[in-house]
């Protein structure tokens, strides 16, 4: 049974840090592109990163870039998203999803989910 588990996410202080893990079991995550995205109660689910399958091109929303890191460890078919400086507005729903080929923010060509992580910052 093919599973993305997203993983890592909890309460945090304004300025905080956490660090998200993707695990993927049942296929390699090396054949694909894998995005985060997020999701606010009442919010549409939008882009935050996204790491390429092949060159390791990286990708950032405007709202994180300089303060999100995502990576690769495929030893261990993993994705991993550093989040320093968290805002409140950082709060959400996180949510990692693999899709064959280059990275999009578009939600659509993304053959996999996770369940999603809970992070919420406080002030």
């Known amino acids: 049974q093919v599973q993305l588990v997203a993983s890592g996410g909890g309460l945090v202080q304004a300025g905080g840090s956490l660090r998200l893990s993707c695990a993927a079991s049942?296929?390699?995550?090396?054949?694909?592109?894998i995005g985060w995205f997020r999701q606010a109660p009442g919010k549409e689910r939008e882009g935050v990163s996204c790491?390429?399958?092949?060159?390791?091109?990286?990708y950032y929303g405007d709202s994180v870039l300089g303060r999100f890191t995502i990576s690769r460890d495929n030893a261990k078919n993993t994705v991993y998203l550093q989040m320093n400086s968290l805002k409140s507005e950082d709060t959400g729903v996180y949510y990692c999803?693999?899709?064959?080929?280059?990275?999009?923010?578009?939600?659509?060509?993304?053959?996999?989910w996770g369940q999603g992580t809970q992070v919420t910052v406080s002030s």
């Open positions: 790491i390429g399958s092949s060159d390791g091109s990286t």
């Open positions: 049942g296929f390699t995550l090396d054949d694909y592109a």
């Open positions: 999803a693999a899709r064959l080929g280059v990275c999009s923010w578009s939600r659509s060509g993304y053959r996999y």
